[in-house]
């Protein structure tokens, strides 16, 4: 398949081209992710409050994958760019490799630490019991995890956006309606509980990748995965981990500030706790749908770069920015008109509402500002420029809001971390336009 549209095609429809079907497949992600926490919290306020605190090893694991796979998508974008489609090829076959590995070695770590995780934020047994659970099935799923998002960002990689659209569809859909089937027993199935939530996950995830090599064989794409380029090679691997490193670092940062602004606000109650976990679960309708966005934006920045075309790059930048924005201006609505509504999804507690409704008002003051960061770390992880990134990423996840959470939560009490996450995303925000255009020129 012949990529040189990516370089010759109008910027605006070249881009809602390749973002359009990620943004539907991130939208339905976030979906399920919703349907899923509040399927959870049916079970008992005790299940919701272990997913929130599995969530940041959960994301962790997730985060190095999803960064390895925009490693992976980055190189191969440059190369197909720069027409050298045997290094394109030595870069998704070694990354299907490692990412193999990677989800052998998760498996182990994440089934392994949860236990001890868990018993840093809580003593409850019942806590610690409904989220090792969770956690032994999830993880069992880790190889299939990293299969998906290796096929996934190599199919983004060559511009095949509807299919990847389709594949991860296929998975989120699996995971809808297995959801209530498994954790309720419906039919012939048995009741499992938050295991069900875990299982239904984890077929989800299978489904996805399966349907991928399905495609791949059905459907070839112009990038081949090849036995003899398998063996990993060392100026590869500096490639491939040069970006994927910062970039899983980058999207593993949210594990550890939640951790610490879970450990700032278990000692207000632990209702802050649990609104903190339905904000993020909240959270994904927008930022999924942006790093759809991103997405779509990532392998265009790759492949311009790697062309030599830079004026274009500086082009696709500011319209996906535009886009993100107006994402982040529809969630800033909805946050400000149905605060109560939103958090009433997953809880009928009265006071457990009033103190989401106040969070999400004042959370809701940053998004369109953390439009700059987002499409700024995007598209530097296409240029391959992961470190620049990171920094961004390292802003908004620890420098800036982890002390600004810590000292507001002393003067103004819990409401202090809710407003560190506003002051941070515009602090970021200048500093992250400041270093994508010194960059971008370098």
Same mark, same amino acid.
């Given at each position: 398949m012949d990529q040189t549209y990516m370089k010759e095609k109008p910027i605006l429809p070249l881009l809602l081209s390749m973002a359009l #079907?990620?943004?539907?497949?991130?939208?339905?992600?976030?979906?399920?992710?919703?349907?899923?926490?509040?399927?959870?919290?049916?079970?008992?306020?005790?299940?919701?409050?272990?997913?929130?605190?599995?969530?940041?090893?959960?994301?962790?694991?997730?985060?190095?994958?999803?960064?390895?796979?925009?490693?992976?998508?980055?190189?191969?974008?440059?190369?197909?760019?720069?027409?050298?489609?045997?290094?394109?090829?030595?870069?998704?076959?070694?990354?299907?490799?490692?990412?193999t590995v990677h989800g052998l070695v998760f498996t182990v770590i994440g089934i392994t630490v949860m236990p001890w995780f868990l018993r840093m934020f809580t003593d409850d047994s019942e806590i610690l019991s409904l989220g090792v659970q969770y956690t032994n099935v999830a993880f069992a799923f880790s190889v299939a995890l990293s299969w998906e998002l290796v096929f996934e960002k190599t199919f983004q990689a060559v511009g095949r956006m509807t299919a990847s659209m389709v594949c991860m569809l296929a998975g989120c859909i699996v995971n809808i309606i297995l959801d209530p089937v498994l954790i309720f027993g419906l039919g012939p199935a048995p009741r499992m509980g938050i295991e069900g939530a875990a299982l239904a996950t984890g077929i989800g995830q299978s489904v996805c990748a399966i349907a991928y090599i399905i495609l791949y064989i059905v459907k070839p794409i112009s990038v081949k995965y090849k036995k003899e380029y398998m063996i990993p090679q060392k100026d590869m691997c500096k490639r491939l981990y040069a970006i994927g490193i910062p970039a899983s670092l980058s999207l593993a940062l949210p594990s550890l500030l939640i951790s610490a602004l879970n450990v700032i606000l278990a000692a207000f109650s632990q209702t802050y706790v649990f609104v903190l976990g339905v904000y993020y679960k909240l959270q994904t309708f927008l930022y999924l749908p942006a790093n759809g966005i991103v997405q779509g934006m990532r392998p265009l920045i790759g492949y311009n770069y790697g062309a030599g075309e830079h004026k274009r790059v500086e082009e696709i930048y500011r319209t996906s920015l535009v886009l993100v924005a107006l994402i982040m201006a529809a969630g800033t609505i909805l946050c400000f008109v149905f605060p109560g509504e939103l958090i009433g999804l997953f809880t009928t507690n009265a006071d457990t509402i009033s103190a989401g409704r106040t969070a999400l008002r004042i959370i809701g003051l940053g998004f369109i500002v953390s439009s700059v960061s987002v499409a700024s770390s995007g598209a530097l992880e296409g240029l391959g420029k992961g470190g620049p990134s990171l920094v961004i990423s390292a802003l908004r996840y620890v420098a800036v809001i982890i #002390?600004?959470?810590?000292?507001?939560?002393?003067?103004?009490?819990?409401?202090?971390?809710?407003?560190?996450?506003?002051?941070?995303?515009?602090?970021?925000?200048?500093?992250s336009f400041y270093i994508f255009v010194r960059s971008k020129s370098k």
């Open positions: #079907p990620m943004v539907i497949s991130m939208f339905v992600n976030s979906l399920y992710n919703i349907i899923d926490s509040i399927f959870v919290a049916k079970i008992s306020e005790d299940a919701m409050t272990a997913l929130s605190l599995v969530f940041p090893i959960q994301n962790l694991i997730s985060s190095i994958m999803i960064g390895f796979g925009i490693g992976i998508n980055a190189v191969v974008s440059f190369y197909l760019g720069a027409g050298d489609r045997k290094r394109a090829d030595k870069a998704a076959s070694q990354g299907l490799f490692l990412g #002390p600004a959470a810590f000292i507001l939560s002393r003067i103004i009490g819990a409401a202090g971390v809710w407003h560190a996450f506003w002051i941070t995303e515009l602090i970021t925000a200048v500093v």
